[in-house]
């Protein structure tokens, strides 16, 4: 158990690799200025008006329709795809309608679980529900989903049929998850293994997908593309408990999110189930901390002050979730690194596919 | 302008042509027999709870979980599908993957599309969002659209991609059919033009795609698929004009809906627009009337007794509304029966096409 008295603002992540920042952010700055424009001319096939709300909903227009330059997240999922046509000895473009593909699945599942979760902001501006109602959001989200399939599949070769295969099966992963994240809301107690399944399914499936798409489409054989789709797996896994880290103890300056965000929304995230499922006096001070909160309505819990979210993160570290989230990351990211051992690449990709993995779990939003 | 005085009960659309009731029930059954029990198993395929509610809407358990035998609609899809791949000279059994998929797309879009009109019952059974949510008629629609890429995609095929893509592109019709939809609801007008736009989408595009998606699978050309396609569409066409016909003067007893059920719902269906299209003072006093309606809520509209219903129904057949979309239905018809001309196709299944086609037209349920 730890007794580490780490503050936030420090790196959530004690390990700290070799990243070189400049060269990620080029890499993940080609996999955007490669997928972007390709995004937009698909998303502008919609018909009225669900071309505007998916606008709305990418960050390209504000809700009154003007144009904007919202954040439009990391895009560790297209810079993937670019390099996994490239692992594959194929140009960067070949990952393209891939990479387009798993970005409208991304945006096609965050439309509706936003909606399901009752979710009102994402990125620092009101969700596509609660500016353009729940049909609209059900519907632009279906849309989504169907224009994925359509640009994979128009392209007419075998390579896109197995593309879009991968994609599908990727996607009844991440309803999977979904389902247990529904699902584990109304428990009390949700195990380590069952929170590791659900963030398989719900991060670890679609970046797995990222990262074999482009191969597939470049001409990849299966084992190869598995081999990539592992490498990705895992990484999906330590991006994920890097972000469950973020949500408690990342800095609100860096991640555009509230202090204590995971803590505001009651979520079941790694650090809290590993703290609960460790022994002692915090974890059991914690489990009957949250049980109480339980049973606190939406109203009653808002007006909780920054000494009680922070007295249940303190409870959380004290039981050991923080560092068992941190060494997890760690884990993850080695086994995703050394996936890459298993698999012929030319050498430029390798690098490129392990300073993305290290930038994953030193990142601070 | 038509000043006929028919009553409910008559069949709706005057053509009789030569159907063999005996020998489309079989067809109908053929087409249930070889389909339902994959699409059993696939959507087996899916984890708890999306498996037991999915089950409930295609009415095989009741909200308690127990077997039932409910009403499963008319299955004119499956018998399509199956059809269809006999038309390509493949053995019926071919065409099962894109029967099965046809039926979850089509069943994706009915779960959706009742939560976000917010349809409270279907084939006299609680839809799924009353009964387990709208989280879980998001999921589930969700899943069964996954599954529909799915089985086709799992075949591996040259073919099944080309099924996979027509598929596709059906959905996004139906998509686009649901956004007119919900944009008409909130219009004072909508043209008649629209209204055959919006069906279309919604009704004629899946309907082609079933009639052209088991001879892709068999392995037919494109000219003979888009022609099959051609038929399914205007078939697809006729089938809503006699439904919209249905929704106003069927026979309760056949059709398991309300008396009047479209004018209850305020739709602006075929007979409407038509009706309000024409000139004369039916024509106006109808669009007097619906213009009131349009201010009522929909508790004050509920409490309208049957002699107001009866009297729109009235004024919407005097208009000629009536007439015109039983013409609708057998030009539909026609147009459908004469695309069948221009493929070549074995007797056998020529004929039974062509009897499904009059059965459509005929049906009064």
Redesign the interface.
């Given at each position: 158990m730890s007794t580490s008295t780490q503050n936030r603002g420090e790196p959530v992540t004690p390990v700290t690799p070799a990243v070189h920042t400049a060269g990620v952010a080029a890499l993940l700055e080609r996999g955007r200025a490669l997928t972007t424009p390709v995004l937009r001319a698909v998303v502008a096939r919609l018909?009225p008006?669900?071309d505007s709300v998916a606008a709305y909903h990418f960050g390209w227009i504000d809700a009154e329709g003007r144009p904007t330059a919202a954040d439009s997240g990391k895009a560790v999922r297209p810079a993937l795809a670019v390099l996994s046509a490239e692992a594959a000895g194929a140009p960067a473009e070949a990952g393209v309608p891939g990479a387009v593909a798993v970005e409208l699945v991304h945006n096609?599942s965050l439309l509706?679980d936003d909606?399901?979760d009752g979710d009102e902001q994402r990125r620092h501006r009101d969700t596509v529900w609660k500016v353009h109602g729940?049909?609209q959001a059900?519907?632009v989200?279906?849309?989504l989903?169907?224009?994925a399939?359509?640009i994979l599949?128009?392209l007419?070769t075998?390579e896109?049929?197995?593309a879009?295969?991968r994609l599908?099966?990727a996607?009844?992963k991440l309803?999977?998850g979904?389902?247990?994240d529904?699902?584990y809301e109304h428990r009390e107690r949700v195990s380590v293994a069952e929170c590791l399944e659900m963030e398989g399914n719900k991060t670890g499936a679609l970046l797995a997908c990222a990262t074999s798409i482009g191969a597939v489409l470049g001409g990849a054989d299966d084992r190869t593309a598995d081999t990539l789709e592992r490498y990705g797996h895992h990484l999906g896994l330590a991006f994920q408990a890097v972000d469950d880290l973020l949500g408690i103890w990342g800095d609100p300056v860096a991640t555009g999110k509230q202090t204590w965000s995971d803590l505001r929304q009651r979520k079941k995230s790694l650090p809290v189930v590993a703290a609960l499922a460790a022994d002692g006096p915090a974890s059991r001070e914690l489990a009957r901390l949250l049980a109480a909160d339980a049973g606190k309505s939406d109203a009653e819990f808002m007006d909780f002050d920054e000494d009680q979210f922070a007295a249940r993160a303190a409870l959380i570290e004290q039981a050991g979730g923080r560092d068992w989230t941190s060494q997890e990351a760690r884990r993850q990211h080695a086994t995703a690194v050394a996936a890459l051992a298993e698999v012929e690449l030319p050498e430029r990709v390798r690098a490129e596919l392990t300073a993305l993995a290290d930038f994953v779990v030193v990142r601070e939003r």
């Open positions: 018909a008006p669900m096609f509706h909606l399901m729940p049909a059900i519907l989200g279906d849309a989903f169907a224009l399939g359509e599949l128009e007419g075998v896109a049929g197995r879009a295969r599908t099966a996607t009844r309803i999977d979904q389902a247990q529904l699902a």
